[in-house]
């Protein structure tokens, strides 16, 4: 009998497990909320070093009838994304306490879609990505409902449940016809199949646009962005983060898996689907974003336009029919999904420190004159908010350039124009909010709450995107050399 090593998957049966261990703890000392917190926190931190560790291993390795592997992308996008749902659980803990929603069911139903992600990330097969992606989203669906209070909550929770649903169908009916056109539902014999040209390129197309459709979806591009604004005003803010962080690490992972591993015959076809979807993105999303008044909402919109530059990356890669300039182009838009979370984190941390007790900061109005209240954090805000601007020396400003060269790279110097106008257009409203804190008078003389773990950690979260804007390279190495070993292999 061959020996199949199953260690590369151990962080997620530690993370099943550990979820178990939490829903037990909440049955037997519901009272104890502090411990649901704490495991939840160790268990977040501990899958993460893991994954971290396993990122090291430049080898690919198949696992449970090659539908789930463990390549150097899957370990560094878990990695990335376990941090960001520590992050999480530290910046969300005095929020939720406040509205009594540090409960067992808020933990359990995180780690889950933590679990969902990972599975996700790690598929290698049709079926697996489907079964990963539905994990993580039922989960989420959950959180954005889990201020029961909260009409707005059950409203967006709602709305993100019906959306991506039928997202989910667009998605799966894709699959099924490149399932029916190929024969099979594994990626690397599905890319066999179409490189041979044996199939019904019809068919082929058609599941393309379901596909690229699904995706589009989850990822929040326009024209399929219509849920992000309302979820991410609706639900509670760490859950918002939750949705608007790690997640988006997934979707890369899935235009990667699909269109990429899968599909990369048909680069022709998605890559010019993808044009559309990234100007749009880029022009609605900054645009909008203008007449935002909710913090949240402006970040909805923020988000959009964030990922027209993660799928300028995506659809730099093939030119000509050639794939010399793949790794460059994936791996810059692979850099920018990491610094765009980080980003993420960062920002929704200032508006949870700012949240109190009978008190949502989801207002601009409610930046005002941070730098008085306090200068540390309203530095930290305006770095976060360089870093969306592109503005150096920001990580922000390189992993837009690295996207930019990467387009021109492909000979696509209109497409480049384009985002770098509509970067300028939304620089408006990011150092609107630099305007508010430094030159407009509070309206709010109440000191920042959070404790010493959130504004230490929140402090590193904006001085680490300070460092990777002077250091980038080690990153982008990691990110460059991440995607060469996993389409290598």
């Known amino acids: 009998m061959q020996n199949i090593n199953l260690l590369p998957a151990l962080p997620e049966a530690i993370l099943l497990l550990m979820i178990l261990v939490i829903m037990m703890c909440d049955a037997f000392f519901g009272q104890t909320r502090k ?102 989203s039922l989960s989420l669906y959950a959180l954005a409902a889990v201020w029961r209070d909260s009409t707005n909550a059950t409203e967006s929770a709602m709305k993100y449940y019906v959306l991506g649903a039928l997202a989910s169908g667009f998605l799966l009916y894709g699959m099924s016809m490149m399932y029916g056109a190929t024969g099979s539902l594994e990626l690397a014999k599905v890319f066999e199949v179409i490189a041979s040209g044996a199939v019904n390129k019809i068919v082929l197309v058609f599941g393309v646009v379901f596909v690229v459709a699904g995706l589009a979806f989850k990822l929040g591009a326009a024209p399929f962005h219509m849920w992000v604004p309302d979820v991410y005003q609706g639900a509670p803010t760490p859950v918002t983060l939750l949705i608007g962080g790690a997640p988006k690490l997934g979707a890369f992972a899935l235009l ?115 730098n008085q209240r306090s200068p540390w954090f309203a530095f930290v805000m305006l770095m976060l908010m360089f870093s969306l601007a592109g503005i150096p020396p920001l990580a922000g400003f390189y992993a837009k350039l690295a996207v930019l060269q990467a387009v021109v790279n492909a000979g696509m110097v209109w497409l480049a124009v384009v985002a770098v106008i509509a970067s300028l257009v939304g620089a408006f409203y990011y150092l609107r909010v630099v305007k508010l804190m430094y030159f407009d008078k509070p309206d709010d003389a109440n000191a920042l709450e959070g404790s010493g773990t959130m504004r230490f950690v929140l402090s590193l979260n904006g001085l680490a995107l300070l460092y990777l804007g002077l250091m980038p390279g080690s990153l982008m190495d990691w990110c460059l050399r991440t995607i060469k070993l996993t389409l290598a292999s």
């Open 35 to 136: 411990l649901n917190y704490v495991l939840a926190l160790i268990t977040s931190a501990v899958v993460s070093v893991l994954w971290a560790c396993n990122a090291g291993d430049p080898a690919s390795h198949y696992m449970f009838g090659n539908v789930f592997v463990a390549d150097p992308m899957s370990n560094l996008l878990k990695a990335f994304s376990g941090l960001a749902t520590f992050i999480t659980f530290i910046y969300g803990q005095k929020y939720l306490e406040a509205r009594g929603l540090a409960r067992g069911d808020f933990y359990v139903l995180s780690l889950f879609s933590l679990l969902g992600l990972s599975v996700m990330i790690s598929g290698n097969n049709f079926l697996t990505l489907y079964l990963g992606l539905e994990l993580m």
């Open 256 to 370: 990667l898996r699909l269109l990429v591993e899968g599909m990369l015959p048909l680069a022709i076809d998605w890559q010019q689907m993808l044009i559309i979807l990234a100007v749009l993105s880029l022009v609605i999303g900054n645009l909008t974003a203008i007449v935002q008044t909710n913090v949240k909402r402006l970040l909805a919109y923020s988000t959009i336009s964030h990922m027209g530059f993660v799928l300028l990356g995506m659809l730099s890669g093939v030119v000509g029919g050639k794939i010399d300039g793949i790794a460059d182009a994936y791996g810059s838009s692979l850099f920018y999904s990491v610094i765009y979370l980080l980003t993420t984190l960062g920002t929704f941390g200032i508006v949870l420190l700012l949240s109190r007790k009978g008190f949502e900061a989801e207002n601009l109005s409610d930046l005002k004159g941070l």
